[in-house]
């Protein structure tokens, strides 16, 4: 009879993953993740029967914590652009203070193991969020033909944003005023 699944031990794997997937990249093998979370491989498994399943369970719970920093204290009633530089400002405080997480979850975005579904989750999690976006973002960047590319551009620039303040950190605000301005500049409806 298999033993039951701990919570504990389902969470010290994905905090695992996001270590070796930062350091090594998705070819992160499982045995790395497994030893990093202190379990053997075959326990890794008993929770994620596939590495793709392990990808997408992270990517959710990335997504979750990420979303939850930008949304607290949000005004979904308010203006459209300070609501949006808020949550640029929690993004990149969130990737400043999580480092190793936000290198993760851009390397999860970026790839093809993101399946609709937990993309989905993801989307039904905070849908004021992505409905204050939504509602910033110029029309060209929200149809399918554009909407990665202008996503890559945000992501681009929170990233380069980020690099900057870890590198002078007590210009980050600077920083984060300057990016924000580029973003609105570049993205979104004036």
Same mark, same amino acid.
């Given at each position: 009879?298999?033993?039951?699944?701990?919570?504990?031990?389902?969470?010290?794997?994905?905090?695992?993953?996001?270590?070796?997937?930062?350091?090594?990249?998705?070819?992160?093998?499982?045995?790395?993740?497994?030893?990093?979370?202190?379990?053997?491989?075959?326990?890794?498994?008993?929770?994620?029967?596939?590495?793709?399943?392990?990808?997408?369970?992270?990517?959710?719970?990335?997504?979750?914590?990420?979303?939850?920093?930008?949304?607290?204290?949000?005004?979904?009633?308010?203006?459209?652009?300070?609501?949006?530089?808020?949550?640029?400002?929690?993004?990149?405080?969130?990737?400043?203070?999580?480092?190793?997480?936000?290198?993760?979850? *851009?390397?999860?975005?970026?790839?093809?193991?993101?399946?609709?579904?937990?993309?989905?989750?993801?989307?039904?999690?905070?849908?004021?969020?992505?409905?204050?976006?939504?509602?910033?973002?110029?029309?060209?960047? *929200?149809?399918?033909?554009?909407?990665?590319?202008?996503?890559?551009?945000?992501?681009?620039?929170?990233?380069?944003?980020?690099?900057?303040?870890?590198?002078?950190?007590?210009?980050?605000?600077?920083?984060?005023?300057?990016?924000?301005?580029?973003?609105?500049?570049?993205?979104?409806?004036?």
């Amino acid at each position: 009879m298999a033993r039951p699944r701990s919570e504990d031990k389902r969470m010290a794997i994905l905090e695992a993953a996001i270590e070796a997937i930062a350091e090594a990249g998705l070819g992160a093998s499982t045995a790395l993740i497994a030893r990093k979370a202190r379990v053997a491989e075959g326990t890794l498994f008993r929770y994620f029967a596939t590495k793709d399943e392990l990808h997408n369970a992270l990517y959710i719970h990335l997504k979750q914590g990420f979303c939850q920093s930008m949304i607290d204290k949000l005004d979904s009633k308010g203006d459209h652009k300070e609501n949006t530089r808020y949550i640029w400002n929690r993004f990149i405080d969130w990737g400043l203070a999580h480092p190793q997480a936000n290198l993760t979850m *851009r390397k999860l975005e970026v790839s093809n193991r993101i399946t609709e579904e937990s993309e989905q989750v993801v989307n039904d999690l905070y849908p004021e969020m992505y409905e204050i976006c939504e509602q910033a973002v110029s029309p060209v960047f *929200r149809s399918p033909e554009f909407r990665n590319f202008g996503d890559e551009m945000f992501f681009a620039l929170a990233q380069t944003t980020m690099e900057f303040a870890a590198r002078e950190p007590h210009r980050t605000d600077d920083f984060k005023a300057t990016g924000f301005d580029a973003v609105w500049r570049a993205l979104c409806v004036s």
